[in-house]
C-alpha cells in the first residue's frame, strides 16, 4: 500500500483522477485538488486514515523530524512510554505541537518525515499478509478468541462493495454491475483496499456471528452513527491540515500517545475490543474496526472476492466528545437521557438548517445542552490566533443512510451537504457577530415555512378533506428545497466588511419572493371546489382567504422588504 496506487485523488481544475499510493498522496498532497473515491462515504473513511498517519506522526516529531523533547522515541517513532506529562510540560508540549503545525502549514506542504515514518511500519501496509494485514485479522485470531457456533459471517464482493450492497437473499435493483461470471463479487486490490476501510466505518448488522465472551453491544460501524463534519481547504494538503486538531481545549481522558490500528498486532487489538477498552485518541478512532475481518492472503483476486466477518464492540456513544467531526444532540429521553450523543443528517434537512449545532450560537443559549463539533472550535482557535489568513473555508456533511430494518441496516443513500462561507464570518462570535445573525436568519427562515407557510398548506388541507399528513410535509419540503441553494448562496457571499443590515434585507427579499412564489403556485393551481370553501366558526373558508391571511402573517413576521 505505501507503493502501490490504491487511493484516488483529483489533479486539476478539470476534475481529472488518478490513484496514487499511500506514499505519494502525502508527498503531493498540496497538487492534489480532493479524494475522488467510489463515493463520498468511502473518501471520509480514507481521508480518516490519512489523518490519523498525520496525527501521529505530529504527534511524535516536529517538521524537521526530530522528536519532542517530552517523548522517547523507539526505533520505529513509537514513544516506549505512555505520555503522562506535569501541567507545565503539557503546556510546553502544546505550544511545540501548535509550532509544527505552523510550519508546516506555512510550508505549504508535507516533509519527508512522514514517509519516513510509513517506511519504519511497511510491513503493517500489506493488504495480503499473514502475520499483519491491514485493517484485517489473520486466521488465527478465530481461533484465540472463540466464535459463538464456531462460525464467522461470510460477506462477498457484492455486499462488501457499497455501490451495490447486495445480500445472497436480495437483490440490488440498480446495481453498476451485471451477474454474469459472478461479476458483482469481483474486487481489484485497489478497490478492495478502500471498501474494506469503509466496511469497518459504515457496517450494518446483517452478519450474525460474533466472538463468544457473553453479551455484548455490537458496532454497526462508527462512521454510520454520526452526523460526519469536516473542513474542505483550496487542496488535500490544506484539507488534511485544516481538520489535524493537534489538542483540545478538554484533555479529559483523552491521551496524547497517538495509537493507530496498524501499530498493535490483530490479536492484542481484538483482545483488547473484547475487554471492553474505549478509544482514547484520534488515531485509535480515525481507525477504529467494528469488525474481525479475515481475508485470505493467498487469494486470487481475479475471482470472487470473499471474506469471513465478526461483530466488535460498538464505541460508546454517550458524550463521547473524543469525536471531533459530529454534530451532537442532547437527549432528554430514553436511555441516553442527559447525554450527548452523535446526530446523525437527515437526508430532508440541509445543512444550513443545523446551522447553530456548528457554532457557539445554541452554547449561548443553552450551554448544558449543546455541544459544538470539535473540528469547529479548532477553526475558530485557528483564526483567533492568527494561523490561517482570510479565506473561504468549506464546511462538508456527510452521512450513509440505511433501511427501517433493525436487523440489517442496509446502506440505501449517502447525505452530502457543503456550506461555503468565509472564515472571518464563521468565526464572528460577538454578541452582534455573524454567527448570531445568520443563526437568527436561519430561524426565521425555518419559522416562515414551519409556521406561516405550514398554515396556508393547512388551510389547503382543511379545505379539500385531506385527511393524510403527508400532504403537508410534501409542500413543505417543496419549499425548503426552493430556499436551500439561495440561502447557501447569500451565505457564501457574505464578506467581512459588509453592512449586517442590508444582508439581512438582502435574504428576507430572497426568502418572501421564494415563498410568496410558492404559495402563489398553489393558488393557481386550485380547482373551484378551492374557491367554494368550507364553512367554519369565523365565516367561510376557501383558497383565496387563506392567501390573504398567509400574506398578512408573511408580511408582519418578514416586513414590507
Known amino acids: 500500500m505505501l507503493d502501490e496506487k490504491w487511493i484516488s485523488v483529483v489533479v486539476n481544475e478539470k476534475g481529472n483522477s488518478e490513484k496514487v499510493s499511500l506514499k505519494d498522496v502525502f508527498e503531493n498532497a498540496h497538487k492534489y485538488a480532493d479524494l475522488a473515491g467510489d463515493t ?27 522528536p519532542y523533547d517530552f517523548i522517547e522515541l523507539d526505533e520505529r517513532y513509537k514513544p516506549i512510554n505512555e505520555m503522562d506529562l506535569e501541567d507545565e510540560e503539557l503546556d510546553e508540549y502544546k505550544e511545540s505541537l501548535m509550532q509544527t503545525w505552523l510550519d508546516i502549514w506555512k510550508q505549504g506542504k508535507y516533509p519527508s518525515v512522514i514517509g519516513d ?68 463479487d469481483i474486487l481489484n486490490e485497489d478497490q478492495t483496499v478502500r471498501w474494506l476501510i469503509c466496511f469497518q466505518s459504515y457496517t450494518g448488522t446483517g452478519d450474525k456471528s460474533a466472538f463468544d465472551i457473553g453479551k455484548y453491544k455490537f458496532s454497526i460501524g462508527w462512521l454510520y452513527d454520526i452526523g460526519g463534519v469536516y473542513l474542505k481547504g483550496k487542496n488535500l494538503f490544506e484539507t ?32 483488547s475490543l473484547l475487554r471492553g477498552h474505549q478509544p482514547d485518541n484520534l488515531a485509535e478512532l480515525y481507525t477504529a474496526w467494528s469488525r474481525a475481518i ?35 444532540k442532547y437527549n432528554k429521553l430514553g436511555e441516553n437521557k442527559g447525554k450527548f450523543t452523535p446526530k446523525k443528517h437527515q437526508a430532508s434537512s440541509a445543512l444550513w438548517r443545523s446551522f447553530g449545532l456548528l457554532t457557539d450560537y445554541h452554547n449561548k443559549k443553552n450551554k448544558d445542552q449543546s455541544h459544538n463539533p470539535e473540528i469547529m472550535d ?56 455573524w454567527v448570531i445573525i445568520i443563526n437568527d436568519e436561519v430561524d426565521k427562515t425555518k419559522y416562515v415555512v414551519e409556521q ?16 393524510s399528513s403527508d400532504f403537508i410535509e410534501k409542500k413543505k419540503s417543496e419549499l425548503y428545497f426552493k430556499i436551500d441553494q439561495p440561502f447557501k448562496d447569500w451565505i457564501s457571499s457574505i464578506s467581512m466588511s459588509d453592512s449586517k443590515d442590508k444582508k439581512i434585507i438582502e435574504w428576507r427579499k430572497i426568502l418572501k419572493s421564494i415563498t410568496v412564489d410558492q404559495a402563489k403556485h398553489d393558488l393557481e393551481s386550485a380547482n373551484s371546489r378551492d374557491y367554494i370553501g368550507i364553512e367554519t366558526k369565523g365565516g367561510i373558508k376557501n383558497i383565496a382567504t387563506a392567501y390573504n391571511s398567509f400574506i398578512q402573517r408573511l408580511n408582519k413576521e418578514i416586513g414590507e422588504v
Not at 478538554?250 to 496498524?262: E, R, Y
Not at 406561516?452 to 385527511?467: G, H, L, T
Open 40 to 66: 463520498e462515504t468511502q473518501d471520509f473513511a480514507v481521508l480518516r486514515v490519512l489523518l490519523a498517519v498525520v496525527q501521529t506522526v505530529f504527534s511524535r516529531l516536529d517538521a524537521e523530524g526530530n
Open 117 to 184: 515514518y510509513l517506511e519504519k511500519w511497511r510491513d503493517r501496509f500489506y493488504l495480503f499478509d499473514d502475520k499483519f494485514p491491514f485493517f484485517q485479522v489473520t486466521k488465527d485470531d478465530f481461533i484465540t478468541n472463540k466464535v459463538k457456533k464456531g462460525k464467522p459471517t461470510t460477506i462477498y464482493g457484492k455486499n462488501f462493495n457499497r455501490l451495490i450492497t447486495e445480500s445472497e437473499n436480495k437483490k440490488a435493483l440498480f446495481s453498476p454491475k451485471n451477474e454474469q461470471k459472478n461479476n458483482k
Open 240 to 271: 488534511l491540515m485544516l481538520n489535524t486538531i493537534v489538542f483540545s481545549d478538554d484533555n479529559s481522558g483523552i491521551s496524547f500517545t497517538q495509537k493507530p490500528c496498524w501499530e498493535a498486532s490483530s490479536g492484542e487489538l481484538v483482545r
Open 294 to 328: 479475515y481475508i485470505n492472503p493467498h487469494m486470487d483476486v481475479g475471482n470472487r472476492f470473499i471474506c469471513e466477518i465478526v461483530k466488535l464492540p460498538e464505541i460508546n456513544h454517550q458524550d463521547q466528545f473524543l469525536e471531533p467531526m459530529t454534530l451532537w
Open 378 to 433: 479548532w477553526l475558530a482557535f485557528l483564526k483567533e490566533n492568527d494561523f490561517i489568513e482570510n479565506r473561504n473555508i468549506k464546511v462538508c456533511a456527510v452521512s450513509m443512510e440505511y433501511d427501517n430494518n433493525a436487523a440489517s441496516r442496509v446502506p440505501v443513500d449517502e447525505i452530502i451537504d457543503k456550506l461555503l462561507i468565509d472564515d472571518y464570518v464563521l468565526t464572528d462570535l460577538q454578541e452582534n457577530g
Open 452 to 467: 406561516i407557510y405550514y398554515r396556508f398548506v393547512n388551510d389547503i388541507k382543511e379545505i379539500r378533506n385531506i385527511q
